[in-house]
T-cell receptor, first 109, second 116 residues
Framework: RKEVEQDPGPFNVPEGATVAFNCTYS??????FFWYRQDCRKEPKLLMS???SGNEDGRFTAQLNRASQYISLLIRDSKLSDSATYLC??????????FGTGTRLKVLA | GAVVSQHPSRVICKSGTSVKIECRSL??????MFWYRQFPKQSLMLMAT?????????EQGVEKDKFLINHASLTLSTLTVTSAHPEDSSFYIC????????????FGQGTRLTVV
């Protein structure tokens, strides 16, 4: 089983839709969690950190469920510019960044 | 925010030659930098952790004699792909943390290596 698993998608959604991604992790000792966004042929860029209490940044909401060992990302009112691959990143007990395979999102006009 | 600069962004080299990729932290000191490789439609795979002033720590399956890492200063780490083969063609990305070990990392722009 992979340490961090994501549904690769693609998720094709119309503009204005709400879309949610989940990411599961296997190591219960994992300490920190992030969502990164990666555009085609570009480097990953931090979208948001994920806190135990959940956090929101504009149209984006991230949540952590330690009991079930998953994190989620919710995007409301999708824009064309949200089209990208969303990477789930978990910092393991040895402080290594473990990346999920990413979930591809395509927002359609 | 913190900036990590990687150079070159794109390189084409012949089989058997060596290629050096530079990763610089522009506005902060990074005692630790990370090197990743990403094949098309796959995730980033950690190759090695670069430690300033000491030897790099390589992940299982990564040949340290083929992927030479030097971290001679607090702002510069280099990855040299030696005796490159076409199967080394990939997207190489470095990253560095601004803060403690459990904080977010910032990434360089990546280097697309094509070995012909």
């Amino acid at each position: 089983r992979k340490e961090v698993e994501q549904d690769p998608g693609p998720f094709n959604v119309p503009e204005g839709a709400t879309v949610a991604f989940n990411c599961t992790y296997s190591n219960s000792a994992s300490q920190s969690f992030f969502w990164y966004r990666q555009d085609c042929r570009k480097e990953p860029k931090l979208l948001m950190s994920v806190y135990s209490s959940g956090n929101e940044d504009g149209r984006f909401t991230a949540q952590l469920n330690r009991a079930s060992q998953y994190i989620s990302l919710l995007i409301r009112d999708s824009k064309l510019s949200d089209s990208a691959t969303y990477l789930c990143v978990v910092i393991s007990g040895t402080y290594k960044y473990i990346f999920g395979t990413g979930t591809r999102l395509k927002v359609l006009a | 925010g913190a900036v990590v600069s990687q150079h070159p962004s794109r390189v084409i080299c012949k089989s058997g030659t060596s290629v050096k990729i530079e990763c610089r932290s522009l506005d902060f000191q990074a005692t630790t930098m990370f090197w990743y490789r990403q094949f098309p439609k796959q995730s980033l795979m950690l190759m090695a952790t670069s430690n300033e002033g000491s030897k790099a720590t390589y992940e299982q399956g990564v040949e340290k004699d083929k992927f030479l890492i030097n971290h001679a200063s607090l702002t510069l780490s280099t990855l040299t792909v030696t005796s490159a083969h076409p199967e080394d063609s990939s997207f190489y990305i470095c990253s560095a943390r601004l803060g403690p070990a459990n904080t977010e990392a910032f990434f360089g722009q990546g280097t697309r290596l094509t070995v012909v």
